[in-house]
């Protein structure tokens, strides 16, 4: 091979070891592709705080600490969203970068450098914990809200105000189960009720769905009317008026109108299917029932990818139980994509405290970009000396070689020309 045929390949692999160390650098983290921890142990670490992401629906505290050898090294921690935390008390300024911090979590499966936060030590002593261990002090705070009436003027029974979902199963309980399971039992999977009810035609709707891309959180939208209800940690809220019922979900900014009557404006409404479709509602006794149709296909879950069609039907069954919790009793039949129905049942409680203003998402793409855990910070370090070695061994193999030349006196001076 020439020399110059030699310059060129190392000057294209230099290029190229040159792009890999920068995507490697600039790999941005989302919340949703460090979606799964394992519960079984934990980890601590010391370190600083570089940034405190307080957003939703997962906020994240990155930390700069040192590995084993003593290199930097920088964690990921997510976290419940802001505003289930910020009806907590907590704000952006709790981790303030520069402060030395003790984080304890659940380490990602899939990232070497991530964790699922459980509680962190701030400078002053005090802990912080996640956000399952405010579940007492928000039951407290709620334990006697004012009176109300317990039905509206026209005698139904009072659903209005903003209710919270407390959550359903705690880490605790969680790790118990663990605990008592022999070792060659599989997991629970409580996926596989849906997993298992798609049709040929459902699961040829999936086939090409890949969750870490489109599932629709990513992109700030709740993949249904379902998964508004079933968020994590939300608050919801419920107006009643004589013709219909204004639903608001605080998660992803969720609006919905479930129609009482016949009336102009709600046969409009029903004219163009819609991703959240169409409800008309009655109420049987002390209960709402709720039927929506004029669905456009769409995923009941993102995770795991549960398709749905336009012939979704849905069956919603509203009313107070004797601890005055708002029930949502729900049914779904999809006769194109699902085997059978699939029920289910949402348990919220009254609150006093209102709700966000906003839910302010980040998209996927638009949050601050990370270090990607997955190299350690010493391989990128000498893959970046790599590739600035190869640079400078193509820059002095494409130098001309150093002459001799004469000044044409009869003497002789060194110096450096171009060879002609």
């Not at 990155?62 to 419940?80: I, N, Q």
Request: aromatic residues 8%; positive net charge.
């Amino acid at each position: 091979m020439s020399q110059r045929g030699v310059r060129d390949v190392v000057h294209r692999a230099a290029f190229a070891m040159l792009v890999s160390f920068l995507v490697v650098r600039a790999a941005p983290a989302h919340h949703s592709f460090q979606p799964y921890f394992d519960l079984t142990r934990q980890v601590e670490i010391k370190g600083r705080v570089k940034r405190f992401d307080f957003r939703n629906p997962h906020s994240r505290l990155v930390l700069m600490a040192r590995d084993p050898s003593g290199r930097p090294a920088e964690w990921v921690c997510e976290m419940s969203g802001a505003a289930y935390l910020r009806r907590h008390g907590w704000t952006e300024a709790l981790f303030r970068p520069g402060d030395p911090v003790t984080v304890r979590g659940f380490p990602a499966r899939h990232e070497r450098r991530g964790c699922g936060f459980v509680s962190a030590r701030l400078k002053d002593g005090s802990i912080v914990g996640r956000s399952e261990m405010f579940e007492d002090e928000y039951e407290a705070a709620d334990a006697h809200p004012p009176p109300r009436p317990a039905r509206l003027a026209d005698g139904q029974p009072n659903f209005s105000g903003p209710w919270y979902k407390p959550i359903p199963v705690k880490v605790e309980d969680i790790l118990e189960r663990q605990r008592n399971r022999p070792a060659s039992a599989p997991a629970p999977n409580p996926d596989l009720r849906y997993i298992t009810n798609l049709t040929p035609a459902g699961r040829a709707a999936i086939a090409n769905y890949d969750p870490f891309k489109d599932d629709p959180a990513l992109h700030c939208r709740a993949a249904s009317i379902v998964r508004a209800w079933e968020a994590p940690e939300g608050a919801s809220e419920l107006e009643q008026r004589t013709d219909r019922i204004l639903v608001r979900h605080e998660y992803m900014d969720v609006r919905r109108t479930i129609w009482l009557t016949d009336s102009d404006e709600a046969m409009r409404a029903a004219e163009a299917p819609s991703p959240f479709g169409f409800s008309r509602g009655r109420y049987e006794g002390d209960t709402l029932v709720v039927e929506t149709t004029r669905f456009t296909p769409g995923l009941l879950f993102g995770r795991p990818g549960v398709p749905t069609s336009a012939a979704l039907r849905i069956v919603e069954r509203i009313h107070l139980d004797d601890e005055a919790r708002l029930i949502n009793a729900w049914l779904v039949e999809d006769p194109l994509y699902f085997k059978e129905p699939v029920a289910g049942r949402h348990d919220w409680r009254r609150t006093t405290r209102p709700l966000a203003a906003t839910y302010a998402c980040v998209p996927l793409g638009a949050e601050p970009e990370v270090t990607e855990h997955a190299l350690g910070d010493g391989f990128r370090i000498a893959l970046l000396l790599a590739t600035l070695a190869m640079l400078a061994v193509v820059h002095l193999a494409s130098r001309p070689p150093l002459v001799e030349v004469s000044s044409g006196r009869g003497s002789r001076d060194h110096g450096v020309g171009r060879a002609p």
